[in-house]
């Protein structure tokens, strides 16, 4: 298979897939013709608050002010878009670093956050040093109106209508967010379902956007980290297309997150809250 990929730097500027030649089987028989293919670019990114490294990830290199700014508030490294000061996004060994200036405040508890995991033996999790840190308690949602669940599904497919690098590439997962009339309003995509939330919970925040008027959705299973990064942004419902994990109900449960699960046609499942549901 033949890759092209266009200048490093110029692909890092916009680019979210490549192309390629492939050789497609189709009923177990090979086609020696070749074909074009286009693949989802995935690069090291890195995030650098006030000079300090703080977490590097393999991303989509598209949205990615959104991606830091949603990682910023669902890691509760900063309360509010006003705690960023600037940001800077840098090509270095062949991958980018956002570096984000953000307040006095947030970068002392960030430093103390650090501080007290330094020298603690590290659980393996997804590089978080602390179970703590993996289960910090997350606050409550708001009680909001009741959504029709026909509203829920029918954001769900159009959410799906809507996946352009999902469609190009078939490797990404995305996250969208409709209003309680089920209308899609933001859609992100990313190779990581986790960094699809944060980016379209970045582009809420910096749209200004009252995000517990709507719903989250995301064209994947809902894992505990879904639910949480949800509930930190102040959505009350979470409509996955696949299935949650029994810790992602239970946190749903305490967090009073309305969470959906097997989103298929008009099908669905309804594991916490079922009161924000109408027939």
Known sequence: MRLSTPDLDEA???????????????????????????????????????????????????????????????????????????????????GIVVALEISSACAMRLRERRRAMAGRTGCGLCGVETLPEVLRPVPAVADGPAVPIGAVLQAMRDMRARQVLHDLTGATHAAGWADAQGRVALVREDVGRHNALDKLIGALARGGQDASAGMTLVSSRASFEMVQKTAMAGVGILAAVSAPTALAVRVALQTNLTLLGFLRDADAAIYTHPQRMLA
Not at 33 to 47: F, G, N, W, Y
Not at 50 to 79: C, K, R
């Open 12 to 94: 890092f500027d916009r680019a979210d897939h490549a192309r390629a030649q492939v050789v497609r089987v189709r009923a177990a028989r090979i086609d020696a013709t070749e074909q074009e293919d286009c693949l989802a670019e995935e690069v090291p990114i890195a995030l650098e608050y006030n000079g300090i490294s703080h977490a590097t990830m393999l991303a989509t290199p598209a949205d990615l002010e959104d991606f830091a700014l949603g990682f910023s508030l669902t890691e509760g490294i900063v309360d509010g878009v006003s705690d960023i000061r600037g940001m800077d996004l840098r090509h270095e060994c062949a």
